[in-house]
């Protein structure tokens, strides 16, 4: 069982886009959960993570334009994207925070090109 994440797709410099990942059976704390996201020759980064508290981590590359949220009645974990650029340009990823290495999906494909 792994955590699929969705809602990728092509868009231009500027636009939005709205991840999801459906953890419904698998994670039981949506408190610890993290996007990631990896381009081709680069390690796969954590960009955005929600922690104990209500806490919430951002990179510096995402923070202000992107925004990680949770939804406990579907066990689903949002990121939205906003004001997306070419360098966010990868595959983005879910999984707990910290990462639990048999829950790696294939991830979704955002391309951010005009």
């Known amino acids: 069982v792994q955590l699929q994440a969705s809602g990728g797709g092509l868009v231009q410099p500027g636009g939005s886009l709205r991840l999801s990942c459906a953890a419904s059976?698998?994670?039981?704390?949506?408190?610890?959960m993290g996007w990631f996201r990896q381009t081709p020759g680069k390690q796969r980064e954590l960009i955005a993570a929600?922690?104990?508290?209500?806490?919430?981590y951002y990179a510096d590359s995402v923070k202000g334009r992107f925004t990680i949220s949770r939804d406990s009645s579907k066990d689903t974990v949002y990121l939205q994207m906003n004001n997306l650029k070419s360098e966010d340009t990868a595959v983005y990823f879910c999984?707990?925070?910290?990462?639990?290495?048999?829950?790696w999906g294939q991830g979704t494909q955002v391309t951010v090109s005009s």
């Open positions: 999984n707990s925070n910290p990462p639990t290495t048999r829950l």
């Open positions: 059976g698998i994670i039981f704390n949506l408190n610890l």
């Open positions: 929600t922690g104990l508290g209500g806490s919430l």
